[in-house]
């Protein structure tokens, strides 16, 4: 069972930071991945993090401005994003085991949080 929340409704260079709980299995067996689904478009591979932290991935795209980590004491990953675009506007989901390029999805999902940027 994973939850999301730190969404909202937020100007442009603003920051936010995600969360996703994680309950009902051991947490540090899994990699954990954001992925995040614009309107009208498809859902797309955000970032990742391995089991214990020691390794990460970030699309292209977000590099330099989202950073994913977690706390496997808190069950918890985390993705901070900075300087915000209007183009981050999306639902972003939390992943539970995926690989770590985004490749292969994990078959556990939140429900999602939205993130709305305003010019």
């Known amino acids: 069972h994973l939850v999301e929340s730190g969404g909202g409704l937020v100007q442009a260079g603003d920051s936010l930071k995600l969360s996703c709980v994680a309950s009902?299995?051991?947490?540090?067996?899994?990699?954990m991945g954001w992925f995040r689904q614009a309107p009208g478009k498809e859902r797309e591979f955000v970032a990742a993090?391995?089991?214990?932290?020691?390794?990460?991935y970030h699309v292209d795209s977000v590099k330099g401005r989202f950073t994913i980590s977690r706390d496997n004491a808190k069950n918890t990953v985390y993705l901070q994003i900075n300087s915000l675009k209007t183009e981050d506007t999306a639902v972003y989901f939390c992943n539970g085991g995926p690989t770590l390029n985004g490749m292969v999805r994990g078959i556990y999902w939140g429900q999602g949080t939205h993130v709305t940027v305003s010019s």
């Open positions: 993090i391995s089991r214990f932290g020691d390794q990460t």
């Open positions: 009902g299995r051991p947490f540090s067996d899994y990699n």
